[in-house]
C-alpha cells in the first residue's frame, strides 16, 4: 500500500502513470494505477469499461460542499525525435519527460498530491469526486459523458469543478479558463465530370465550384469577438481531389473545414449558414456537419475566487481569467455545474520532449491544496 507521505509528493505517481502508454483509447494501466493510489487516501474507486474507453470515479467524504476534479488519462501519440523514452517518465536536471507530463497526467498527480497533503496534515477533506477519463483525447463519446450520466443517474453531480488541463501560458498560474469556443466542424463533397484539361467542353471540373463557395466562406467576417471570447475563426483545413496527374480534370472534390466560435451563435445557426451559403454556389453539394461543442462560461463566484486565491498566495500572480484555445470536456461538464480549468503551462503538451519542471508539479499540488482549503472553509 502506497502511504501518504509518498504520494503527497506528486513526482512518484506522475512517473508512474507516465509510463503507461495510454495512447487513446488505450488504458495501458494508468487508472489501474490512479485507482490504488487513490483507494490508499481513503477513496472509493469504481472502475467503468464504457465501449472502449476505461474510465474511473473515485469519491471520498459525504458532508458539505461537493468538489469535483475532473481529468484524462489518456494522451496523444508520441510520434518520434524525443531525446527520452516517451514511457519513460524520466527526470533530466529536474525536468520530467513523458507523453502527458503536461497534457495532463501531471496535474492528476498533482490533485492526488493536494489530498495527501491535507491527510497529512489532518486537514478537512470534504466530499471530493474524481472524474478521471480515458477518452479526452480521441471521439470524446464514452468518457466524461458517461462519467457524468452515471453521476446524475445517482444525484451525484459535483456542486463545483476544476478540470486539470494545462491552461497557463507562461508562468504556472498566469491563466484560468473560464469557458471555451463551440466547434463545428464540416465536410463538402461535390460532383463533377472528370474530363482531359485540353478539352474541358467534355467535362465538368468540380474545383470551379467549390473553390468560390470556400472563397466566400473565407472572407465572410463572422464577428469581432465578444466581452469574453476571442472573434469566431473559421479556417479550411483541407481541399482533395486525389488527382493522380496533372492534365485530369478531377470527378470529384472535397473540402474541410471548422469553425471555433463565441457565444454569439448556436452550433445549429452556424450550420445552418453553412449549408446555405454553399448552397448558393453548389446547389447539389453533399454537406456533412459534426458539432462537437457549444460555447459555454461560468460566471465568476465561488470556484474563480478559490481559485485565483489559491494562486495568488502560492505565485503572487493575479491569473487571467480566459476561454481562448480549443476544447476540452469542460464543455461536458458545464451543463451540469459550474466548471474551470487550471493547471500546468501548455507550451510543451503534444510536442516531442513533452515536459514539465518538478519544481511546477510540485507547484501545483500546491496551489491544489490552497484551493481546497479555500472549497471547504466555508
Known sequence: MISTAVLADPLRLAQSLLRCPSVTPTDGGAQIILGQALEALGFLVEHRVDGPVHNLIATMGTKGRHFGFAGHTDVVPPGTGWRTDPFGGTVVDNVLYGRGAVDMKGAIAAFVAAIAQRLNMHLPIGKITLLITGDEEGDATDGTIRILEALASKNKIPDLCLVGEPTSGTLLGDVIKIGRRGSISAQITVRGIQGHVAYPMRADNPLHRLIPALE???????DDGTEYFEPSSLQITSVDVGNPTGNIIPGAAQAALNIRFNDRYTGKELESWLRAEISRFIPDAK????????????EPGPLTDALETAIEMLTGIKPRLDTGGGTSDARFIAKYCPVAEFGLVGTLMHRTDEAVPVADLRLLARIYEALLSEIFKS
Open 216 to 222: 466566400t466562406l473565407r472572407t465572410h467576417p463572422l
Open 287 to 298: 454537406i456533412s456537419v459534426a458539432i462537437s461543442g457549444e460555447p459555454f462560461r461560468t
